[in-house]
């Protein structure tokens, strides 16, 4: 398995009070990964009136079906625009890779659709059993959500036809080839087969570790665990708020 010296980090986001865009930057890491730029949003800046469900509260109270609906109906988080609009370039910039891991996918399938074309083969892990449901339901063609709006603005950032959307689809379903839970804080970080571990080229995760971390030396730990999964030479495509 890898060490954090064998990955090179890319962070295509940089997070303050407002979501902004970051010239992409590639680092080479030694000693330990380097990021661009990371930062947590201040528990003061969340308004009084809302509740904060941190990690204690996420297997029983985060609601996917609200979730899907609230960030992917019609994309308006700037969050959520700045993702879909950057990710199809940086994976134009990758190339062709064999093994893609979207670590804390959430129940979500836009990751795997921006690499369809580019990737032999995908794999989605999340923590929360809710979510894993929710993709496995995707990847069979039971799933009760829309994906047309957010897979519409991948194709337009490809120059593709929004007509490609079907086919676009069916190529993700078939490029996917396994859902397995994951956790940041174990090592190995996701549950699947031996032969698998530290295998990927690519492992993405977006707006994930820093929801799951109380301190830095949590999050320090977290990133090491998710780096152990690329092969040498890999690279981890990270976005943070």
């Given at each position: 398995m890898p060490s954090s010296s064998d990955a090179r980090v890319v962070d295509c986001t940089r997070a303050g009070r407002r979501f902004t865009q970051a010239p992409l930057d590639t680092h080479t890491t030694r000693k330990s990964p380097r990021y661009c730029n990371w930062s947590m949003r201040p528990v003061s800046d969340v308004p009084a009136s809302q509740e904060i469900i941190d990690?204690?509260?996420?297997?029983?109270?985060?609601?996917?079906?609200?979730?899907?609906?609230?960030?992917?109906?019609?994309?308006?988080?700037?969050?959520?625009?700045?993702?879909?609009?950057?990710?199809?370039?940086?994976?134009?910039?990758?190339?062709n890779v064999k093994r893609v891991l979207d670590f804390g996918a959430g129940p979500t399938i836009h990751v795997a659709a921006s690499f369809?074309?580019?990737?032999?083969?995908?794999?989605?892990?999340?923590?929360?059993?809710?979510?894993?449901?929710?993709?496995?339901?995707w990847c069979e063609g039971r799933s009760d959500f829309d994906w047309s709006e957010p897979l519409k603005m991948i194709l337009s950032q490809e120059g593709?036809?929004?007509?490609?959307?079907?086919?676009?689809?069916?190529?993700?379903?078939?490029?996917?080839?396994?859902?397995?839970?994951?956790?940041?804080?174990?090592?190995?970080?996701?549950?699947?087969?031996?032969?698998?571990?530290?295998?990927?080229?690519?492992?993405?995760?977006?707006?994930?570790?820093?929801?799951?971390?109380?301190?830095?030396?949590?999050?320090?730990?977290?990133?090491?665990?998710i780096v152990d999964q690329i092969r040498p030479g890999g690279t981890l495509h990270l976005s943070i708020l």
């Open positions: 990690r204690d509260k996420f297997l029983t109270e985060f609601r996917t079906d609200a979730y899907l609906r609230d960030f992917y109906t019609k994309v308006e988080d700037p969050a959520m625009q700045m993702v879909l609009n950057c990710l199809p370039n940086i994976v134009t910039r990758l190339g369809r074309n580019q990737a032999t083969e995908i794999y989605l892990a999340d923590y929360l059993p809710q979510n894993r449901k929710e993709l496995s339901l593709n036809s929004w007509s490609d959307l079907d086919q676009m689809i069916a190529l993700t379903r078939k490029k996917i080839c396994g859902v397995y839970h994951c956790d940041c804080f174990a090592s190995p970080s996701v549950e699947m087969p031996a032969e698998m571990q530290g295998t990927f080229e690519v492992v993405v995760t977006i707006f994930c570790v820093e929801y799951c971390c109380k301190t830095y030396e949590e999050y320090k730990n977290a990133i090491k665990n």
